[in-house]
């Protein structure tokens, strides 16, 4: 038989043996019926079982995609937070547009602990570049191996982050973060405050900011890194730079406690400068001392002394019942409620209003008040601002003290500046109510044009009244105890004031808070500046009293200042002598 017979045969055998034959050797058709379903039974099972399978993967995926989504998001290095640490503060400049304030870029350093390899080594290895590291706290922060993020140091130097790149440690990593700048150190310091590691402001201008709506949106993440328009300060950072150096200067000169200084537009309301001494850097404002945080110009109230009898003489003429021809007995002390009333200077003589001012009289200024009566005294005080708490953008500020229940003591005392402690600028912004024509302007640290500054400007007094305010002012710059405050050109006129400080409940003499309240060009008052000089131990000639502190200070703030303002110097009685060489 061939091959290919054989193959015909074994494939014919294999047909039939295939087949199921019943009992008579024919085919069973129920038997193939039967193993047709079964095998359709199979097949429907088996989708079955894949669509359950994939429906079940499917869910869980889903509940996962849930669950993520609800979850806080994970701090890891290849995932960034939603990140506020990089959205943008404004820049803030000054009047004309010179940076006080900005953000630069930055870096801080993290660690995963859960990939830290030996916990020791990096630890060790850290402290090479970063010698104040707390070592026992972030040995614990990189032992956690459950935690995968830890900050161990925020807002590193380029030179760090280079160094500890060249480490080579495992698990460690930064983070891009802003940082806020203050080119200007502490020039400006309680003025634009600072703001915390996290770039929120903490105090001054910067808080403001923040109040203004940047904190809330920052708070809901709707901050970005894009820059912001500068916020404009109508500060002049060269006043405010001469100002700063005067006020430090004199707490080292007269061996003060503290000291204080601002320069106002007197027709505006407008903070050129202010500085208080001890102060801080704000770009590390943690480094100063406790003393440095205070603003004593806003924030701290003193009883200002003397400079109070230019309110009180100005109520006693506003109010019609004195004027400046009339005289008062100054001959001998007053005694009142167990207290004796008695002139520094005295002249033991019947005084004019100007010869009382010159003079600074209490007595002649007691008599004064006692005419005017208490509760106009207190009517005018109020409507000064001065037992009110100042409004302005600053957040640092105080409200004034007085007395709860005043008695006919008590108005004599405050009439010339013991009894009611204010802040020093609360009283230089009623001070140039008093010779800018008689509008009481709220003091900003925002620009404000004239016009802007009529809208707000509130008449407390009479212009006639001012126009003797300004009398007085220039006559005691001449001839009274303003005269150390007086700079050749720039005719400068004012109040000094000596308080004797409060301690333990009783007034010591041998402590004083010395005050002066001036103006300049006195003839046509542009700017008024405030000085103080808190427990000074020595002044110029030894003398430790306002006229040889506070009234030097003045002087060199107007001596430096005045031509940056733009005040053109006047020689000459009439002004027309002009100074030609030197």
Not at 48 to 53: A, K, M, W
Not at 277 to 283: H, S
Not at 486 to 502: I, L, Q, R, Y
């Amino acid at each position: 038989m061939s091959f290919l017979s054989r193959i015909m045969v074994l494939k014919s055998q294999a047909h039939f043996s295939a087949g199921v034959y019943d009992r008579f050797g024919a085919p069973s058709g129920m038997a193939i019926e039967g193993s047709r379903k079964r095998k359709t039974g199979q097949a429907r099972s088996r989708v079955g079982l894949l669509i359950v399978g994939f429906t079940a993967l499917y869910a869980v995926i889903g509940a996962r995609m849930v669950e993520y989504g609800m979850k806080e998001p994970e701090s890891v290095s290849s995932i960034l937070p939603p990140d506020r640490l990089m959205a943008s503060r404004p820049d803030i400049v000054d009047r004309n547009g010179e940076i006080l304030a900005t953000d630069i870029r930055t870096v801080s350093l993290f660690a995963e602990p859960n990939k830290i390899v030996d916990t020791d080594e990096a630890v060790e290895k850290l402290q090479t570049v970063l010698s104040d590291l707390d070592v026992k706290d972030t040995y614990k922060k990189l032992s956690n191996r459950t935690s995968h993020f830890a900050w161990l140091r925020r807002q590193l130097t380029p030179k760090q982050q280079s160094q500890i790149l060249a480490l080579g440690i495992p698990g460690i990593g930064f983070r891009p973060e802003k940082r806020r700048f203050y080119p200007g150190g502490a020039t400006a310091a309680h003025i634009l405050g600072y703001v915390n590691i996290d770039n929120r402001g903490v105090a001054g201008m910067e808080k403001y900011i923040d109040d203004q709506g940047l904190a809330d949106l920052a708070s809901v993440g709707m901050t970005s890194n894009q820059p912001l328009e500068p916020v404009r300060l109508s500060i002049d950072v060269r006043v405010q730079a001469i100002v700063r150096d005067v006020v430090v200067n004199a707490v080292v000169n007269y061996k003060a406690k503290g000291a204080g200084a601002a320069v106002l537009d007197a027709h505006t309301g407008e903070v050129i400068a202010m500085a208080s001494a001890p102060d801080f850097d704000p770009n590390n404002p943690q480094e100063g001392s406790k003393d440095g945080w205070l603003n004593r110009m806003s924030n701290g109230t003193f009883e200002m002394g003397s400079t109070f009898k230019t309110f009180s003489t100005a109520m006693a003429i506003d109010s019609g019942k004195v004027s400046l021809k009339d005289s008062f007995d100054a001959t001998n002390p007053i005694r009142i409620g167990g207290f004796t009333i008695k002139d520094f200077h005295g002249q033991r003589r019947w005084l004019t209003v100007p010869e009382i001012f010159e003079y600074s009289s209490n007595i002649g200024t007691a008599r004064m008040i006692d005419i005017v009566g208490m509760e106009m005294q207190k009517e005018y005080l109020t409507r000064l601002g001065l037992l009110t708490k100042m409004q302005t953008e600053l957040p640092e500020v105080k409200m004034p003290s007085q007395p709860r229940v005043w008695k006919k003591i008590n108005s004599i005392t405050i009439s010339f500046g013991h009894g009611v402690a204010t802040t020093p600028l609360q009283t230089a912004v009623a001070g140039a109510a008093l010779i800018n024509g008689g509008k009481l302007i709220e003091p900003t640290f925002l620009p404000r044009n004239r016009e802007q500054a009529d809208e707000v400007a509130e008449m407390v007094i009479k212009k006639s009244t001012s126009d003797d305010i300004r009398y007085l002012f220039k006559l005691n710059g001449v001839k009274g105890s303003g005269r150390n405050a007086d700079v050749p050109g720039f005719h400068v006129g004012g109040k000094t004031g000596t308080a004797d400080k409060v301690v333990n409940g009783r007034y010591a003499n041998n402590l004083n808070f010395n005050a002066f309240l001036a103006a300049f060009p006195i003839d046509n008052p542009k700017y008024v500046v405030l000085t103080f000089c808190d427990e000074p131990l020595d002044g110029e000639q030894h003398q430790r009293i306002a006229a040889y502190t506070a009234a030097p200070m003045v002087k060199n703030i107007v001596r430096r200042a005045a031509p940056i303002l733009g005040v053109e110097p006047e020689f000459g009685e009439d002004g027309s002598a002009l100074l030609v060489s030197y």
